[in-house]
């Protein structure tokens, strides 16, 4: 049962970046020069939000605790609807949906199993760490979508998924275990790389290689200048 837990071998590591000036709003302008075409932006957010949903669905069933299920629950149930309107907003674009998902499921469920985690803790720190950088890109990345679909993406996205609980599981966990701080410190820095290259995959690129990093190289500063407060609020060490 414990199996999917089981984290693969091969692991792909992407430099972490150290922030260089402070976030402002001229990065959402940068990165909406590169927003995807909207079926495809709806596509991705929406798969990646089902992902989150069965990652949570996975350790609700697999917590160590009665309370630790009944918290997780409305946590699960908020991801899902979370994907699910993104999908009425897609549905508003194409016939079905399904299929413009279909084409983004192979990497995203690849990705997802690279971040499993050994076991409970690591997959719980996973979900709370990976969906909050992803949800905080596709945030500024629907700047770029013209009209008022942007704004009805990002306000579903930020809507709360129950962050605190699983935040709070995991600060409980921590307090309790003198060794899992260090262990999930690592674990979460470890989660970067692969996040961002999930993250890069969503952008539309024009073409012109070293205009498009300069574009993207603040973004990602400033993703992973929230990754680590999100750490900190843990105790951990980003």
């Not at 279909?102 to 979900?127: K, N």
Request: hydrophobic share 45%.
């Amino acid at each position: 049962m414990f199996d999917v837990f089981k984290r693969p071998a091969a692991r792909l590591e992407v430099p972490r970046l150290k922030p260089r000036r402070t976030p402002d709003a001229s990065l959402r302008v940068n990165l909406a020069e590169l927003t995807p075409e909207p079926v495809s932006y709806l596509g991705q957010a929406a798969y990646i939000q089902l992902a989150a949903f069965e990652a949570l669905a996975r350790a609700l069933m697999l917590a160590p605790s009665v309370g630790a299920k009944e918290a997780l629950g409305p946590a699960s149930g908020s991801a899902l609807e979370k994907h699910q309107r993104l999908v009425v907003e897609l549905r508003k674009l194409v016939d079905d949906p399904a299929v413009i998902m279909a084409s983004f499921a192979p990497a995203i469920d690849e990705y997802a199993a690279v971040i499993r985690g050994a076991d409970w803790y690591e997959s719980l720190a996973s979900v709370y760490l990976t969906a909050g950088i992803l949800d905080d890109f596709f945030i500024l990345l629907s700047a770029g979508i013209d009209g008022d679909a942007g704004q009805k993406a990002a306000r579903i996205i930020e809507a709360d998924s129950g962050r605190h609980v699983i935040e709070t599981l995991l600060a409980d966990a921590i307090a309790e275990d003198a060794t899992m701080g260090s262990r999930l410190a690592l674990w979460g820095r470890r989660l970067v790389g692969d996040t961002l290259l999930l993250a890069r995959s969503a952008i539309h690129h024009s073409g012109n290689v070293r205009t498009d990093e300069q574009r993207i190289e603040p973004v990602f500063t400033e993703l992973i200048a929230k990754h680590s407060r999100r750490m900190d609020g843990l105790g951990l060490t980003a």
